[in-house]
């Protein structure tokens, strides 16, 4: 049974910024592609960023694109979300994904989900 364990959320003001980092347990390898979805009071749950298995390829919405980076370690099959600039509109549940299937692209990662880390960005 594929895990997914968040961290990092907490409070933060408007432009500043946060970290958070997803550990996966419970599988053989880490070549699989994993993401970061959001989901804000009374909003659907929405995509954010993904990563490709290799850690080589990433894809961004557009509304976070040049203010949050995905990045990945193999090595502890663990993926981070860097996020600058906040702001209160990116205020929201993050929740980590993986895939099911390895080497596979960065928008494949809806499988397996974590428990969810808050993030508030205050005004």
């Known amino acids: 049974q594929v895990q997914l364990v968040e961290s990092g959320g907490g409070l933060v003001q408007a432009g500043g910024s946060l970290r958070l980092s997803c550990a996966a347990s419970?599988?053989?390898?880490?070549?699989?592609?994993m993401g970061w979805f959001r989901q804000a009071p009374g909003k659907e749950r929405q995509f954010v960023a993904g990563?490709?298995?290799?850690?080589?390829?990433?894809y961004y919405v557009d509304f976070v694109k040049g203010r949050f980076t995905i990045s990945k370690d193999n090595a502890k099959d663990t993926v981070y979300l860097q996020m600058n600039s906040l702001k209160p509109e990116d205020t929201a549940v993050y929740y980590c994904?993986?895939?099911?299937?390895?080497?596979?692209?960065?928008?494949?990662?809806?499988?397996?989900w974590g428990q969810g880390t808050q993030v508030t960005v205050s005004s």
């Open positions: 419970g599988r053989t390898g880490s070549n699989y592609a």
């Open positions: 994904a993986t895939d099911a299937t390895p080497y596979r692209g960065p928008r494949t990662a809806n499988v397996y």
């Open positions: 990563i490709n298995w290799s850690g080589t390829a990433t």
